[in-house]
């Protein structure tokens, strides 16, 4: 059973950056697809971008050109590098991996 461990959230100002990070230490991890989702309070649960195993990326219209998202399977590693961040990315981010969720990181803009 692959247990996933999130990190990176935090408080940032509108305009700001942050990067998140999920590790999945599983032998296999590199040929498996990665999502990262948010939920607002109030709201769904939305995709915000996928990584395939072939690094194959694919992204929400609202993210686009602001978030980056890659992967280290050296590192069996997942990352999405938030920049200009806006008020309407706060949420809680959870990574989805192999049909198992991380336990979600908050991020907060706000000035």
């Known amino acids: 059973q692959v247990q996933l461990v999130e990190s990176g959230g935090g408080f940032v100002q509108p305009g700001g950056s942050l990067r998140l990070s999920c590790a999945a230490p599983?032998?296999?991890?590199?040929?498996?697809?990665i999502t990262w989702f948010r939920q607002a309070p109030g709201k769904e649960r939305e995709l915000v971008a996928r990584?395939?195993?072939?690094?194959?990326?694919n992204y929400a219209d609202s993210v686009k050109d602001r978030f980056t998202i890659s992967r280290d399977n050296a590192k069996k590693t997942a990352y999405l590098q938030m920049n200009s961040l806006k008020l309407e990315d706060t949420a809680v981010y959870y990574c989805?991996?192999?049909?198992?969720w991380g336990q979600g990181t908050q991020v907060t803009v706000s000035s």
């Open positions: 599983i032998i296999t991890f590199s040929i498996y697809d």
């Open positions: 990584i395939t195993g072939g690094h194959i990326t």
């Open positions: 989805y991996f192999k049909d198992k």
